[in-house]
């Protein structure tokens, strides 16, 4: 037996064997970075990088000036939300519309070139001290705007990089940048609140807001428009439509896609007023705790990108949402560190995973040519956050955060259960 034992022991540790596991690892995170192969793929992930960078970052300032301005109301936030959200309903159509029929890469630059004008003139009103919660909202409605108008062109263009076989890796990968921002940009923002103030990260959001315009420009693909009718937008608005609801396997992707939306996203509005209620946190501490987010973020991401192969991804979809549920749930009633971090954790892992595989399997059913559309349609469901992020902001002033983010996480668990039992054939897209 032990003679045995010893030979298995002197064969796993062999130098061939070893050479052999290092060869093997290499080559799973060589399969991971797949995509960035590609050139404009490399520009393109720059570009969302810097893009959602500035993004983040200014997030945590905008929550913090609200903060400042109205003693601390998690009401005022969920009506920051709002600003910024409603625009999807309207705006998306038409930036989807656009993205099939005029050039992708167009379309992204006017959205980031109006993305680092507005911050710009909101840096000014901030540090001159005219800054107001209405200047805010009004900021909040018009970055909406640049996002709705950019986003179906950002998701969609990636098919025109890519090839389909590796379209996962490169919007997973694309979503781990995302991510990492997720970390970078409010842990940043954090800190240098304390020593630059509000408005001079508002002047730095808008300098890297103009990196990422750069970066687009650097983009081969996406000059030339994938397709165009000629009969109008409002028509291939409609066409859109028409296509989603005609294809089950689409339709019932983009039902999926707004229950998370609807019952889960609330603690990106709320998280800062929980934060301040639960751990008497200051902006650094806001910053912390949504970096930890980012960091599970970026490990569902990343660990999406290496599933190359995988067939189940129906199942990896629903099985994201309800963890992701049960976990709200559970880190709504945390009081410590100890207990909110990795609970944290999880949750920012399994959104991310649901993200970015509904894009994937949105973008693989669908014709090249009605991607943008059914990518905008697909963004429309951000512009409904406002259902949940009134509603549980309303709750969380008469009842505490932590009670509505409790509730949140119960109905999302419940939904995406009765979404399961009304399409069990949802389980089978491969």
């Keep these: 037996m032990n003679l045995k034992t010893s030979t298995q022991a002197e064969s796993t540790d062999h130098p061939k064997s070893r050479l052999e596991s290092i060869k093997t690892g290499i080559n799973r995170h060589a399969d991971m970075l797949d995509s960035f192969r590609y050139r404009d793929y490399r520009w393109l992930w720059i570009s969302s990088f810097t893009s959602f960078l500035a993004m983040n970052a200014q997030m945590i300032v905008r929550s913090w000036v609200i903060l400042r301005l109205t003693n601390d109301s998690p009401m005022a936030l969920a009506w920051i939300t709002l600003s910024f959200s409603i625009p999807m309903i309207f705006v998306s159509m038409v930036g989807g519309a656009l993205a099939d029929s005029i050039p992708r890469r167009r379309m992204m630059v006017i959205g980031q070139t109006g993305n680092a004008a507005v911050t710009l ?29 950019n986003m179906p062109s950002r998701q969609a263009i990636i098919s025109d990089i890519v090839p389909e076989e590796k ?4 919007i997973a ?7 990492l921002t997720r970390i970078v940009g409010p842990a940043i923002a954090g800190v240098l609140i304390i020593f630059i103030g509000t408005g001079g990260v508002f002047y730095l959001i808008a300098g890297i807001y103009a990196l990422s315009v750069i970066s687009v420009v650097m983009v081969d693909a ?18 859109g439509f028409a296509y989603a609801a005609s294809n089950p396997t689409l339709l019932s992707l983009i039902i999926m896609a707004f229950i998370p939306v609807l019952f889960g996203m609330s603690y990106y509005a709320l998280l800062p007023a929980w934060a301040r209620e639960a751990l008497n946190v200051q902006s650094d501490g806001l910053g912390m705790l949504m970096m930890i987010m980012g960091i599970g973020a970026l490990s569902g991401s990343l660990s999406l990108a290496g599933l190359t192969n995988f067939k189940k991804r129906g199942i990896l979809l629903l099985g994201s949402c309800v963890v992701w549920g049960i976990t709200l749930a559970a880190f709504s009633q945390a009081t410590s560190y100890a207990v909110a971090v990795p609970l944290l954790l999880v949750v920012g892992l399994t959104s991310s995973m649901f993200m970015a595989l509904n894009f994937t399997l949105l973008q693989v059913n669908a014709v090249p040519e009605m991607r943008g559309r059914i990518m905008s349609i697909a963004m429309m469901s951000f512009g409904v956050f406002p259902l949940s992020a009134v509603p549980f902001g309303i709750l969380a002033e008469r009842t505490g955060t932590a009670s509505a983010l409790f509730l949140s996480g119960a109905l999302l668990t419940a939904f995406t259960m009765i979404f399961l039992l009304a399409y069990p054939r949802f389980r089978k897209i491969p």
């Design 121 to 149: 003139v909101i840096a000014t009103l901030d540090a001159t001290g005219l800054i107001t919660f209405w200047h805010l909202m009004a900021s909040g409605f018009l970055a909406g705007s640049m996002m709705a108008f």
């Design 173 to 179: 990968l694309s979503n781990s940048g995302m991510n």
């Design 167 to 170: 379209l996962m890796n490169a």
């Design 222 to 239: 996406g000059k030339v428009a994938v397709g165009s009718s000629g009969r109008g937008i409002f028509t291939n608005i409609k066409e």
